[in-house]
């Protein structure tokens, strides 16, 4: 599928120095070091087309587009790629409720969500790759994970055993355990193995799709999905027959912290499983967003959206500058008081930039790079934005630099 358009992004004179990026919260070192020419290769788990795009969808792919702008910066030929799961329990779910077809739902959500990142100013993956386009691919993975004895069958669904890789689990089992029912999972099930065992192939079901296959009529399993997308668009055809002397499969694995368990960890064992060597070297994960003091989800009914925002006459830019006053992994609140403040916030530096002659340009841009070096701190490299469009800096350098590095780094096309 084609991705949303993608933008131009401004240069950075080459007396910025752009040191390596550090991410607290990945798993590794943390130093993200790659520069020039090397290879940078992001997976960004996508939405399931329900729902798009309220503002924990946004701000989780807004962390990573600073993420793909910054190792870009660094002169890294960044391979994004980013996953679509039209087909999935929560979308069949929300089209039999709704009495819409499944298709049609996915088709709209995914346009009104293809307008939203490009609203918001965020490039475009590479790839974008729904479930629904790869499905022989799925088959194929699923065969050779039978073939090296990951698999067995329940009632003709078929299930990944987990148990080699349950060491590692990034929580305690009786934490996954819970977890694994919230999101999904079936524990309880008579015949697993082990508890946690995710299916990887559903036999068909009255009522629901189904794709035919060597493992009969039916539909994937979610983490399948994204092992295979992953491997399939950053590695190339030839995915399963990878060199086995390579310590990481691809960079990075991003999303939000509430897919840590079992998402990301069932969908890294799948694809060491298949192909023997460990999946990401680090995986990223974003808060989440409540609204006014409360968790923001689809029961409670308090999903805030990007489009209403916009059809409400918001600017794009304010709701994005307002999402970066928080630190990406921090979970926070939503309010109308914090994308009126951005509104004030953008206000005022367009008013400094809309200035004959200032001062002070290097130094704010390098503020700026320095605050997401470290840990993507982008309230830091807000509070500098904001101290110096108040300051009182006539000079005899022109507003351009400042606002060509806004638009890089940042985002914030003003
Ligand atoms: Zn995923």
Redesign the pocket.
Known sequence: MNSWPTTYLPPLDARFNVPPLLIEAARGSGLLSQSNGEKFDMYV??ITPYDATHLGHAATYLTFDLINRYMRIRGCEVNFVE?I?DIDDPLLERAKRDNVDWKDLAASQIALYEADMTALHILPPKDFVPVTEVMPLVESAISQLVARGFTYTIENDLYFDCSSFITDLPISYEQALSIFAERGGDPERLGKRDALDPVLWIAHREGEPKWNSVHGAGRPG??I??SVIALRYLLGESFLKQDRTKEFLITLQG?GSD?IFP??FM?GALSEALTGISFAEHFVHTGMVGLDGEKMSKSKGNLVFVSKLLEEGREAVAIRHALLTSHYASDRMWSDEILKKSEASIDLIRKALAKDGVAGTHSLISEIILALADDLDTPRALQSIETWALGNHNGDETTGEIARALDLLLGLAL
């Open positions: 788990c996508g996953n799961t979610w983490h999905e994204c999303g897919l998402h990301h969908s």
